[in-house]
């Protein structure tokens, strides 16, 4: 009952946080066309001033003189004044996560889309109904068809082009110039255009909700990693859940070269009998803090805790180069920020570290219904060995023949301890200890 709780729990938050992530891309969209939409007048706008200037007896004949480009902005300049406000206040909603009213975006329809409407008047008056409706000006209601794809929202998609094709209606039917004596319009022929609009605002809206669905599908997957980021990686490293979640459960194990790293706090748990559980918690947390943050400098992760110490990696499941320099760097930073950490608390805390360099087995492991990204073989063994040696040894930190070679020159400072027996193995091997 408890897991079906804490499913229906994460469930939730998943879909909130989807929610809001849909919100926010929705608004971002809306702000693009916009600024489609305040572009593409400002580019109408340009060419109709040039035209005019560059040959303004073909404007007067156009019009018949009766209409002046520049009484043209008596619309565009409101309605690239009035896109501006709505991109200021779609802003200021993103910025806050809120979403717009429903009934503020069909109002904004309603208006941008009259605006076509409003020159096609102006156009009558000067040209005819005639003219002006076999003119350019009615084609500028489909800028605002396509356009409304962008909404990603079926509906208003539709109402766009309701809207466009209402107000067409409306214009070549009962809007004429006064004193015409033009023949009357008919009906089927300007219904057929009108109809043809708003076929074109419905597909834009099937347009929009299939651009919709992928952004849903790709911001579901989005904010489930980024739970699953959230949640996982407070256990392991986030490098092991990157490769579990770019791998999945199907992922094959594999053979690498790594630096395998074991650390223990000595006599933790002795110290620990005589604290409360916060305080046990809080030392053994801050203690992981610091070691953890020097690993991720040095390109090593932890790949599980074990109680008072944990298990860390150089070169899986990411390759990094030189693991066995980048571990013993990263193992003396580690012994210095333990000692200085010491001097400053009122429970000193010893630690003990083995490394060990070579193959292992490592891929994501376990039964089918859970695994988890890990490493096994002998190298993982014996740098466990390694590091409970440090007892018998009264030391902090050994490594084993292999890591030595590899170092070579860079380590000067490690003492032979000579053919050392270790439990689980036939032959002594050669351990070398660093101060």
Known sequence: MLGLWTKKAEGSTVSADFQRALKQQ????????????????????SLILIIHFLDPMAVQHLWHGKLNPVDLFKILVPFVLFELWVHSVITRHLGEGHDLPVIRRYMGV?????????????????????????????????????????????????????????????????????????????????AVRSIVILVCGALAGAVGVQLRRQFEASILAATARDR???IFGQHVSPQVVERLMAEGATSNSEIRHVAVMFVDFRSFTAGASTRTPQEVVDRIEAAFAVLVDILDRH????????????????????????????AVAAAREMLEANARVNAATSWPLRIGIG???????????????????????????????????????SSQFLISAAVHDALGDECRDAVSLGEVPVRGYDRPVTVWKIA
Request: proline content about 4%; hydrophobic content about 50%; aromatic content about 12%.
């Open 299 to 326: 390109g090593g992760i932890v790949n599980k805790f074990l109680g008072d110490g944990f298990l860390a990696l150089f070169g899986a499941p990411f390759d990094s180069g030189n693991s066995a320099q980048h």
């Open 110 to 190: 309603l208006v941008e889309t009259s605006m076509p409407t409003l020159a096609l008047a102006m156009h009558i008056d000067s040209m005819g109904h005639i003219e002006a409706l076999g003119f350019a000006v009615p084609l500028t209601y489909f800028i605002f068809v396509i356009l409304s794809t962008l909404r990603l929202d079926f509906w208003l998609s539709t109402f766009t082009g309701f809207v466009a094709a209402a107000e067409l209606l409306w214009m070549a039917m009962f809007y004429h110039r006064a004193g015409s004596a033009e023949p009357p319009p008919d009906l089927y022929y300007h």
């Open 355 to 393: 490394i060990h360099v070579g193959e292992v087995v490592a891929g994501n492991i376990g039964s089918p219904r859970r695994k988890e990204y890990t490493v096994i073989g002998d190298t993982v063994n014996f740098a466990a060995r390694l590091e409970a040696l440090n007892k018998d040894f």
């Open 26 to 45: 929705i608004l971002r969209t809306e702000l693009i066309r916009i600024k489609a939409l305040i572009a593409t007048t400002v580019l109408l706008g």
């Open 228 to 230: 699953i980021m959230n």
